[in-house]
């Protein structure tokens, strides 16, 4: 099985692979660098417990249930562990190299919520705001579609009654804005306005990228709320709209913002909302089905081509090392390489949890991302709440997001790990990929 170690290559070119340069740009690109190296056994880590994981992957590739990984691993802020094993692109027999780049679908949304927090400490934002203050589309009496079941006949109908108060931008932050997702809801009314509104195509998972963000934000805002804002967590399109708030209050597009105020700050010079054509022989493949659910066929985003707008939720594309330095700056306190991003207070409240008693939790946000109890949310991530209860391994305060596409991140600030696992495989049975990996890092911690 083919593999290929970042750290088993010369400095220079493990340079060159983690973080590629980018191509020409209007303005002057800071040269990239990877985070620091260091051998395992010199921040507690075992090298032959950490090489656990790359056999794992390889016989998961041999049996034809992934096309590829690229994992990382920090601890202490150095890099070391750094593995792709597999394909980038299976039907072409083409190498899974470090620098591929994948769709990250959902790990879009802790880039969004660092966009927002900017502007939080800047003060053209506000955890309190009304996402209305913002957004003149929601600047209406929003209703709530409430089912109702027949106790006879069994049969589930719709009301519409008010919204009992706005939605904030805590509550987007969240995912307690009462927004949902077509994919995922059970209410039959709003999966409808969604689809009408062209938010949710079946054939199309989690794309409304075709909408101009005029055209995203009035379907939203035209379309019925799930449930009442600041009652219940339900992940949703909040980080979407998170993306339009984000827009309005900086006067830029989400992709310019998100690439003059992070991306170039911290040298993540493959992260983005498209691939241009120069690198599109890095994209990586999945197989196109999921073996996890009977070889039925899945797809994944066409990044080829700059979207309409720009999926605050799970439009953005990026590298196992470009992701690593976004959250090893998150695991720093808002800040690395000397380029601070956000304060320590910012991080320390955006990786809290932010649900309290009074919000319904019908499913967990640990349930929903690994299949445990355990987790509540901040604002932009799932955090741990103790170090039991969790059927993974992991101290309190760990905070972690993952993607539809295949992808995966845990910071755990007590054990100073970060960790980043990268696969083009949009599979049912993606959850329980993130256990293994969190259960073979962890056991390969001495000290």
């Known amino acids: 099985m083919n593999r290929r170690s970042l750290l088993a290559m010369p400095p220079l070119l493990a340079v060159a692979l983690a973080i590629p340069l980018a191509h020409a740009q209007p303005q ?59 394909y980038r692109d299976k039907q072409a027999r083409a190498a899974l190299e470090p620098d591929a780049v994948f769709r990250i679908y959902s790990m879009t949304k802790p880039l969004v919520s660092v966009a927002a927090m900017i502007l939080v400490e800047e003060g053209r934002l506000q955890l309190t705001d009304t996402v ?43 995912h307690t804005s009462g927004l949902a997702y077509g994919e995922i809801t059970q209410n039959a009314q709003v999966k ?13 998972p989690y794309d409304a990228r075709q909408l101009t963000p005029q055209q995203f934000t009035a379907a939203v805002a ?22 339009r708030v984000v827009e309005a209050a900086s006067g830029q597009r989400l992709e310019t913002f998100l690439e003059e105020r992070l991306f ?5 010079a493959d992260t983005g909302f498209v691939v241009a054509e120069p690198k599109q022989g890095r994209i990586a493949q999945g197989l196109g089905v999921d073996p996890a659910l009977n070889n039925a066929p899945v797809g994944l985003l066409d990044v080829n081509q700059a979207p309409a707008n720009a999926s605050g939720g ?3 594309v990026s590298t196992a090392a470009d992701y690593l330095r976004f959250a090893q700056m998150l695991a720093n306190g808002g800040v690395l390489d000397g380029v601070r991003i956000l304060s320590p207070a910012t991080v320390r409240l955006m990786t809290a949890d932010h649900l309290d008693a009074s919000i319904a939790q019908p499913v967990t946000p640990g349930e929903l991302l690994l299949g445990t109890k355990g987790y509540g949310f901040g604002l932009g991530f799932a955090t741990r709440l103790a170090d039991g209860v969790a059927g993974v391994p992991g101290r309190e305060g760990q905070f972690m997001w993952a993607g539809y596409g295949g992808t995966y991140f845990w910071v755990d600030p007590k054990e ?22 969190m259960q073979k890092v962890y056991a390969a911690i001495t000290g």
């Not at 170039?264 to 993540?268: D, E, G, K, V």
């Not at 100073?416 to 599979?427: C, H, I, N, Q």
């Open 264 to 268: 170039r700050p911290l040298r993540m």
């Open 222 to 243: 035209g379309a019925p709320l799930a449930k009442q804002p600041g009652t219940t967590w339900e992940y949703s399109l909040s980080s979407d709209v998170l993306g």
């Open 132 to 174: 209305a203050r913002h957004l003149r589309e929601f600047d209406r009496p929003m209703l709530v579609s409430q089912p109702r079941l027949d106790p006879i006949t069994a049969a589930v109908s719709y009301a519409q009654v008010p919204a009992a108060r706005a939605m904030t931008v805590q509550d987007l932050l969240r």
């Open 192 to 204: 409808a306005a969604y689809t009408q509104g062209g938010l949710f195509r079946g054939t199309d």
């Open 416 to 437: 100073e790990l970060t960790v980043v696992y990268m696969s083009a495989a949009p599979s049912v049975g993606r959850a329980a990929y993130r256990r293994l990996m």
């Open 28 to 86: 002057a690109q800071p040269q990239a660098q990877a985070l620091p190296t260091a051998k395992p056994e010199e921040v507690g880590l075992d090298a032959e417990r950490l090489g656990r994981i790359a056999r794992f992957l390889s016989a998961e590739v041999d049996a034809n249930r992934l096309p590829g990984a690229v994992v990382m691993v920090a601890r202490r802020g150095k890099l070391v562990f750094a593995e792709a094993v597999g």
């Open 314 to 316: 799970a439009g953005a």
